[in-house]
């Protein structure tokens, strides 16, 4: 049983899992300064604000440095008084009524209502209402009792700042780490997938277009790359600030710290409902997205024949049907997100206020219950707090599922049985092919190639010919080991071709085809491959014998002139040319030549068969051809149909049986005559 996309995604994550794990330390250590504010806050609040409200004991000494001086005496705060201190006596207590302060000459409740009426101050417990004198402080003598808190304040904003500053820190850590990580696994997952196409058997690719495949390649690992770079660490960052909340909230207030819990599994089905329909919706959109990439991609390349055929209406059509089934799954899924992203949120984040207001609010008509303002502050900053993270995970949803969906898709690629790619060097063959009783079938039990027998000896030239579909082409596919066949052997030198790997078979071989593809870069580039064992001058060596020198020669950048993709800007002599060189700049024991004169003029022909000739010398040639005029020298002319040899020797044998071959030979003489 495969493992699920997510644990795949995961075990490329796990390639990485140094960078990431120092990310998530520095990540957590970040949070937790970052979450200190509101304790702190909290602290400098209820014990160095309003903590001057309280208890005072009368105590003695000048050097005192927390002691208040009022009327001549001193007076120090009762939880800060020193063993020795809290022996003095019965302490006093400094009361705020409305914005004004008393101070009496006892120890009052600090829990119930309190008024003022006349200088009697009372204080309504719930059970009993209690009276006391008091003397009023005027502002200046207010602020005496402040001046202790100062220095603690002024340290506590400082420690506060000096934590954002070193969270800063952390974060940029975090961040770089986490998307450097990311980074690294999207390539790696590239690598690996690109690797992968050229490891899948060719009829993969020969059923599919290229935007399809380039779709999975590009786009499907681009949306990867977000998962890991944005998402996943949007997520963990929000998983990780969410828990450090918790633990405050459970630090302040466990009942209230439960109550918030219920967001987890909330949370959890928010996400499973999201992820059933988001999937069904995400797959539909970016398989759409392949077609159309597909159809952009085949429009462009055959753009001459449409507007030939004026096709460009119907072409426009199919492009329509593709764009608006892609728009109306997008639609559905913006309508899931509206539903499920910010409004909801928002609903949640609601409903968790008026919980909190309903548990302080009725924690408030009980008069013997005092909650102090800074617990208020951390409360609401903590709760305003963490629906931050909630609201980062559920906009990061569209984008976790496109990686979803986009990791299916790779997955289902790299999926694909293929062979290793084996680059081990073998020893260069002579070039001796046998097939022995060869059968072979591009689906099954529909043979191509019924039953194939020959032999052919190092150096000699050997001829294909046949109609369409007589299975001339599919001989080249086999020994080329593009295809493997169902039955019967194929031996190189007496080994078996399945003895080595794929590249081990090609590695002597040159193919040249009807029509010749370049690649983007230059001239001598599209010769030597870039193979470092190809030099300069043997490529350009290679273009001399075959006679591309007289057109090169004439460019303004002769050899090192740019060759655009495909190789459009020259003609197709031009670029059957350069393909004879860079068979040529290989030397290969075996030359394929898959109907290399086809598509060529008479004229171009004659320069074609020159190159011919040279590249042909020492080596063991096969050429399919629909021109017999160009295969009369060949030493052996297999004739082919429906898949089976009908016959076979040199020219004058089979123009002497006049059998199938002096038919074909006839008939194109015929033409040949017609036409001149």
């Not at 302490?91 to 705020?96: F, K, Y």
């Not at 439960?258 to 959109?285: E, H, Q, S």
């Not at 900053?381 to 496109?402: A, G, S, W």
């Amino acid at each position: 049983m495969k493992p699920t996309t997510e644990k795949r995604l995961f075990q490329y994550a796990l390639q990485f899992k140094k960078g990431i794990i120092i990310g998530l330390i520095c990540l957590m250590v970040a949070v937790a300064l970052e979450l200190a504010g509101p304790l702190i806050a909290k602290t400098i609040i209820d014990d160095h604000i309003l903590g001057v409200e309280g208890y005072w004991q009368e105590v003695s000494g000048t050097e005192n440095k927390d002691a208040v001086s009022y009327h001549e005496l001193l007076y120090k705060r009762v939880d800060r008084l020193t063993p020795e201190e809290g022996n003095l006596g019965s302490a006093s207590t400094l009361l705020q009524i409305g914005m004004t302060y008393y101070l009496i000459d006892e120890e009052v409740p600090l829990e119930g209502k309190r008024s003022v009426a006349d200088g009697v101050i009372s204080i309504d417990t719930g059970n009993e209402t209690l009276t006391f004198g008091g003397e009023r402080l005027s502002l200046s003598e207010v602020t005496a009792f402040y001046k202790p808190e100062q220095l603690p304040i002024l340290l506590l904003l400082g420690l506060y700042m000096f934590l954002i500053v070193i969270a800063g820190f952390f974060q940029f850590f975090k961040t770089f780490l986490l998307q450097k990580s990311a980074n690294q696994i999207v390539k790696k997952m590239r690598n690996d997938l690109f690797a992968h196409t050229q490891r899948v058997p060719i009829d993969y690719f020969v059923d599919r277009p290229a935007g399809t495949i380039l779709a999975r390649i590009t786009n499907d690992t681009e949306a990867i790359r977000d998962l890991y770079e944005r998402v996943l660490s949007i997520i963990v960052t929000s998983a990780v600030y969410m828990a450090g909340i918790f633990v405050a909230l459970f630090i302040l207030d466990i009942k209230l710290a439960v109550m918030c819990l219920a967001i987890i599994p909330l949370l959890y089905i928010w996400m499973k409902v999201y992820k059933n329909f988001g999937t069904k919706y995400n797959t539909v959109i970016r398989a759409t997205n392949s077609e159309i990439n597909g159809n952009i991609n085949e429009a462009i390349q055959g753009m001459p024949i449409i507007q030939a055929f004026n096709r460009e209406k119907k072409t426009q059509e199919e492009f329509e049907i593709l764009n608006e089934r892609h728009y109306k799954y997008q639609r559905k899924l913006l309508k899931l997100q509206a539903l499920t992203q910010y409004n909801l949120v928002t609903v949640i984040r609601n409903l968790t206020f008026v919980g909190f207001i309903w548990y302080f609010g009725g924690a408030s008509l009980d008069l013997t219950s005092v909650i102090s303002i800074g617990m208020l502050y951390a409360f609401v900053d903590y709760i305003t707090r963490l629906f931050e993270p909630v609201t980062d995970i559920v906009n990061q949803l569209p984008l976790l599922e496109q990686a979803r969906v986009a990791g299916n898709r790779v997955f289902e690629l790299m999926d694909m049985d293929g062979e290793e790619v084996v680059l081990d060097k073998v020893n260069k063959y002579e070039g001796n092919i046998i097939f022995d009783h060869v059968s072979f079938a591009y689906k099954e039990d529909e043979y191509v190639l019924k039953d194939i027998s020959f032999e052919i000896k190092s150096g000699e030239t050997v001829a294909f010919v046949g109609h369409t579909g007589s299975g001339k082409s599919s001989i080249m596919n086999i020994l080329f080991r593009f295809y493997d066949p169902q039955k019967g052997k194929i031996t190189i030198d007496g080994f078996s071709t399945k003895e080595w790997s794929r590249q081990q078979v090609r590695s002597y071989m040159g193919i040249v085809l009807q029509d010749p593809f370049l690649f983007s870069g230059t001239i001598l580039s599209n010769v030597t491959m870039n193979d470092p064992k190809i030099s300069k001058e043997r490529a350009i060596e290679a273009l001399k014998a075959v006679g591309a020198d007289r057109f090169i020669e004439k460019l303004p950048k002769s050899y090192e002139e740019v060759v655009t993709e495909g190789g459009t800007t020259y003609s197709l002599g031009e670029r059957q040319l350069i393909s004879f060189a860079r068979a040529l700049a290989f030397n290969p024991a075996i030359l394929i030549l898959d109907e290399a004169t086809a598509n060529i003029d008479t004229e171009t022909e004659m320069v074609i068969q020159r190159a011919l000739d040279v590249l042909k010398q020492g080596r063991t040639t096969l050429v399919i051809a629909h021109r017999l005029s160009t295969i009369q020298q060949a030493d052996t002319i297999f004739v082919l149909e429906h898949g089976t040899i009908k016959e076979q020797g040199n020219h004058e044998q089979l123009i002497t049986e006049k059998g199938l071959y002096y038919q074909m030979y006839k008939m194109q003489q015929g033409k040949v005559k017609a036409a001149v």
